[in-house]
């Protein structure tokens, strides 16, 4: 019996060239269509290593989520509850000051026509509610909150000379609106400017907090939520897409849902400031055109920004003609 090695299953050392007595590979008929491999040289860089795929890939890859257009009507809801905490607020803040009889005032009847009761409590109001919104919002939307409410600055310093121009064109229907449609004598903002230099306090306070915050809550939040809601109804009635985002990540929106959405806006804010005109017609009507202009403002710059310098210029010119007719407010009869 042959104790010898069988040739054909001996290893081959590690050092050793590869045989070719079991196959030719310089057959063209044993290559395959991958071709043959290139020999590995010491000057050669090594093969690349194929990179390890993870057991459970597809559970590792990033989770899609739809875009999503913000502010809606939810933040809408938000900030309606920082709202009424702000009311609340404001309230105990008020009656605390009753109690002590602040500012002479020992009454909430006459609290309603003091304007340091009257301008404190919105004060309060507001600022609560740019707290909330400042920790609040920058956590749902993952941008800061002038960054959601499409703020844009820089657009409106660069149109501020046709932006004060509309400002003035809004100041003149208002003036038209006055000899047209006159208002009631004896209306609540009238018994806030008889008080000692109230007329002052409310010229500074309608020039900077008041056309801030009220575009913030109607133009910054309202507007853009009413607009989402009236082209999201539209998609799922048509089964249309909704239009993408901007650049900046903000939402599009159709004509027809600007439109509405402009009128479904103006309409409270008219409602809100009614009762400073004792809900009479004329100022009224004139509070809805206004509105829609800081609404066409704020869409077509697509400008927090510029409907703010619009509201804030609007404000000025009305308070300073109604400087210069009174002798610096000395004469409020004249009004």
């Known amino acids: 019996m042959n104790t010898s090695p069988q040739n054909d299953f001996d290893p081959a050392p590690e050092d050793a060239p590869p045989?070719?007595?079991?196959?030719?590979?310089?057959?063209?008929?044993?290559?395959?269509?991958?071709?043959p491999a290139a020999p590995w040289t010491p000057d050669a860089p090594p093969p690349a290593a194929e990179p390890d795929q993870p057991l459970f890939q597809s559970y590792l890859q990033p989770e899609f989520h739809p875009p999503t257009r913000t502010p809606h009507l939810g933040h809408v809801a938000i900030l309606a509850v920082f709202a009424f905490f702000g009311l609340i607020c404001a309230s105990v803040l008020i009656r605390s000051a009753l109690h002590f009889h602040l500012f002479g005032v020992t009454s909430l009847q006459?609290?309603?026509?003091?304007i340091h009761y009257t301008l404190g409590s919105e004060i309060i109001l507001y600022l609560i509610m740019l707290g909330a919104s400042l920790l609040v919002f920058p956590l749902i939307w993952h941008k800061s909150l002038f960054a959601g409410m499409q703020w844009n600055s820089a657009v409106a310093f660069k149109l501020r000379r046709k932006l004060f121009f509309i400002a003035a064109i809004c100041c003149g229907f208002a003036l038209a609106n006055g000899l047209l449609l006159?208002?009631?004598?004896?209306a609540p903002i009238d018994k806030l400017f008889?008080?000692?230099?109230a007329a002052w306090f409310l010229f500074a306070f309608g020039v900077t907090f008041a056309p801030f915050f009220e575009e913030m809550v109607f133009r910054g939040f309202l507007l853009p939520a009413v607009c989402t809601a009236c082209d999201w109804i539209r998609e799922k009635l048509t089964h249309t897409p909704m239009l993408p985002l901007d650049e900046t990540g903000q939402p599009r929106w159709s004509l027809g849902a600007m439109i509405i959405g402009s009128i479904f806006t103006s309409l409270p804010f008219a409602a809100m400031h009614a009762a400073q005109t004792a809900y009479s017609w004329g100022p009224l009507a004139l509070l809805v055109g206004v509105s829609l202009v800081l609404c066409w403002a704020r869409l077509s710059t697509r400008s927090l920004a510029a409907s703010v310098f619009v509201h804030a210029t609007y404000n000025f010119l009305l308070f300073t003609l109604m400087m210069l007719g009174t002798g610096g407010f000395r004469h409020l009869d004249r009004m």
């Not at 006459?110 to 003091?114: N, Q, S």
């Open 194 to 197: 008889r008080a000692p230099g």
């Open 19 to 35: 045989s070719s007595e079991g196959f030719n590979t310089s057959s063209p008929a044993q290559v395959t269509s991958a071709g």
């Open 182 to 186: 006159p208002t009631p004598t004896d």
């Open 110 to 114: 006459d609290a309603v026509t003091d």
